[in-house]
């Protein structure tokens, strides 16, 4: 598969684009899940509730922090983990301005 030539987009397709794919897979989207369902979470408790190994949903975590769709907390040996609220927004901006466009379409092909 070839590299995208990121440059040729703007920054904002290149942002959108970089969340979609943390979000691109269902352990990733079970735990957004799980984190929204409660306020806050310790890795172990999703490794029970997603029921996958610690190292895999620990690399699910990592993906989704690096992206910043989550974020999270050192506490002793734990870390905590919730949802990044202005990740979201972003997301939910992106996804008005489609279905804002798509209500303004008279006609389809």
């Not at 691109?24 to 369902?37: G, N, T």
């Not at 002793?76 to 804002?100: A, D, L, R, V």
Request: charged share 20%; net charge negative; glycine share 4%.
């Amino acid at each position: 598969m070839g590299l995208t030539k990121t440059e040729h987009f703007t920054e904002e397709q290149n942002e959108i684009s970089s969340l979609l794919k943390a979000l691109a897979h269902p352990a990733r989207i079970a735990i957004v899940e799980y984190l929204l369902s409660i306020d806050t979470c310790i890795c172990n408790d999703i490794v029970a509730e997603i029921g996958l190994a610690q190292a895999t949903v620990s690399q699910h975590l990592k993906e989704l922090k690096n992206a910043e769709i989550i974020q999270g907390t050192i506490e002793g040996k734990s870390i905590c983990y919730c949802i990044n609220p202005k990740t979201f927004k972003k997301m939910e901006h992106f996804i008005g301005q489609i279905f804002y466009k798509i209500d303004q379409q008279n006609n389809c092909c």
